[in-house]
């Protein structure tokens, strides 16, 4: 039974089903992340100075998540997705070009939240089921603050 278990004690086979769905979640927060640093970069309007620092705080917290996801692939036993073509191959997530209206980059904003926490959801069940406890707590501090986001910014559309 033991040379199933990886140096982490996890079962290899579930560890790659976890890395392959953390691999999906990754590409997913590339394009989040490319697509909150161009609303940062192109958004103009009324409202400029405050959404303007808040995709900064989306992007910048979107960069440690990246990093994070790709760490635990590693910790895994596996290799995290690395290129752009990768990323958009298997994204959800569709690139959001040249927006710089508020309230449409808001909710695209929102519409990332809606592919990422269903894929969080179901790593965090998988990572319960195989007893991986450090993808499981990721995933969870994740849901925590995003579901915070989703109601702000919807609030923010009123």
Do not use: C
Not at 59 to 85: C, M, Q, V, W
């Amino acid at each position: 039974m033991t040379n199933t278990l990886s140096r982490i004690g996890l079962d290899q086979e579930q560890s790659q089903v976890l890395s392959n769905k953390l691999n999906t979640l990754l590409a997913n927060y590339q394009l989040f992340y490319m697509n909150a640093r161009g609303f940062h970069w192109n958004i103009k309007g009324n409202k400029f100075f405050e959404l303007h620092l808040k995709f900064e705080e989306l992007y910048n917290d979107s960069l440690i998540k990246i990093d994070e996801i790709a760490e635990r692939i590693l910790t895994l036993g596996f290799t995290p997705l690395h290129t752009y073509e990768d990323y958009t191959q298997i994204s959800a997530i569709r690139q959001a070009k040249n927006i710089s209206d508020g309230v449409e980059a808001v909710k695209e904003i929102l519409k990332g939240y809606e592919v990422l926490l269903p894929l969080e959801r179901e790593l965090l069940e998988l990572a319960g089921e195989s007893g991986d406890e450090g993808t499981n707590a990721l995933m969870s501090d994740y849901i925590r603050e995003q579901e915070k986001l989703v109601w702000m910014y919807s609030a923010y559309l009123g």
